[in-house]
Each structure stands twice: as C-alpha cells, then as structure tokens.
C-alpha cells in the first residue's frame, strides 16, 4: 500500500505563491507516476499537474505559473504555485500509481490507474 499525505494549502492574496507536498509512504519505489488535481466548490475535481519520471504534463490553465517536481530522497512530489489567481481557489489533491506505460488516462480525475489518492489540502486565493 501507498498513503499520500498533501500538506501547504492555506490562504494567500492574488499574485501570491503556494508550495504544496505530497508526501508518500509505504512502498513508493514503483510509483512512478504522481497526477495534481483539484476541486473547487460546485465544479469536478480537474486535472492540474503530473510527473513521470522526469516529464512533466500541465492544465493550459496553471502553464507557466505552476511547477511540479519530486524529490525522490524524501519521497515527496511538490507542486509550487506561483502568480495565483482566485480561480486557483480549490482543495488540491494528489494521486499516484504504479502502473508503467500509460498516458491515455493520465488526466482523468476518475481513472482507476490511479490507485492511491490523498484526502487534499485548501487553498485558497483572495482578490
């Protein structure tokens, strides 16, 4: 098993940064591949970040202003946050999965593919 813990949420003014973690335990050498999603009130939880390996994926709506990274030392996947917009305002998720090869599904906040989730952290962007 896998346990994903995010943690940095809080409240910040627009044009402001935030650095989430996810933090992972248990067997974490074969999770490869770690997703950021986010749900704000009233709306489905949207696909905002991934990492593989190396590679990064992003929602056109954080380009440019978010970076996912990990620091496999600490097995924790960061998600910084920069130029914040009250449209930025959700609870942020992250999730991950061991299965290799896949990319179809990478985006989907519903994919079974990604076995593990966190129970998020708040964020919040005021005007």
């Known amino acids: 098993q896998v346990q994903l813990v995010e943690s940095g949420g809080g409240l910040v003014q627009a044009g402001g940064s935030l650095r989430l973690s996810c933090a992972a335990s248990?067997?974490?050498?074969?999770?490869?591949?770690v997703g950021w999603f986010r749900q704000a009130p009233g709306k489905e939880r949207e696909f905002v970040a991934a990492?593989?390996?190396?590679?990064?994926y992003y929602a056109d709506s954080v380009k440019g202003r978010f970076i996912v990274s990990r620091d496999n030392a600490k097995n924790t996947v960061y998600l910084q946050m920069d130029s914040l917009k009250p449209e930025d305002t959700a609870v942020y998720y992250c999730?991950?999965?061991?299965?290799?090869?896949?990319?179809?599904?990478?985006?989907?906040?519903?994919?079974?593919?990604?076995?593990?989730w966190g129970q998020g952290t708040q964020a919040t962007v005021s005007s």
């Open positions: 999730a991950a999965s061991t299965v290799s090869g896949w990319y179809a599904q990478l985006k989907s906040a519903t994919s079974p593919l990604y076995q593990y």
């Open positions: 248990g067997r974490t050498f074969s999770t490869n591949v």
């Open positions: 990492i593989i390996y190396s590679n990064t």
